[in-house]
């Protein structure tokens, strides 16, 4: 009977696992301007400016494209924007629109343009490697050496699963809904391996008590 049990837990968990990655492929990862091809920008007033004066220049320049601004050089009295796309008539309409607003005398010549491509899904989560790997063999050492009355590999197989699963439905929620991928995605994914590994502790600690 246990193993029936066993069998057809394997064969839910496979077909879940098989409906959450075809989801995946069929609508893919959305990734925020940060993570995309985009155009920065960079303009250099010598003021001192507020975000929230350059976010009403460029809700009027850019209409309704996704804008991110920040200050820049050492004096923080640069802007720095980032956005999918700029053309000419933009560049000079966002450059007027300064100047009326503080006085300056700035021209197109003066705004420095970067392209930049696509960050891969790969290279975003390549500074986690190490951390990851090292505190996985940490974490499954702990489970093997506390819980091994239990049975070393139903331990490890719980685990694995458990984390697998919950990886590839945060996944799937993502793509599912459209959810841009941006700086704490990665976060949110370690928040949710650390909250596994708690429950699965306090599960385990009830069973051997």
Known sequence: MQK???IKTIIAFTIAIAICICIILINKFQYSIDYSKN???EIYTG???E???IKEITNEVFKNQETV???AGAFQDGIAITL???DDAQKENLI???NEKYETELTVEDIEVYYNSNVRGRDLIANYYWLAGISGILILAFFVIRYHKLGIIKVLGTILGIVLLGLILYLTLISLFGIEVNSITIPSMIAILIFSFAYLSSCYEKKVK
């Open 51 to 53: 975000i929230n004066e």
């Open 47 to 49: 003021k001192k400016f």
């Open 96 to 98: 007027i629109k300064i």
């Open 4 to 6: 029936s049990v066993v």
């Open 69 to 71: 601004i920040q200050k």
């Open 39 to 41: 155009v920065r920008i």
């Open 84 to 86: 999918k796309m700029i």
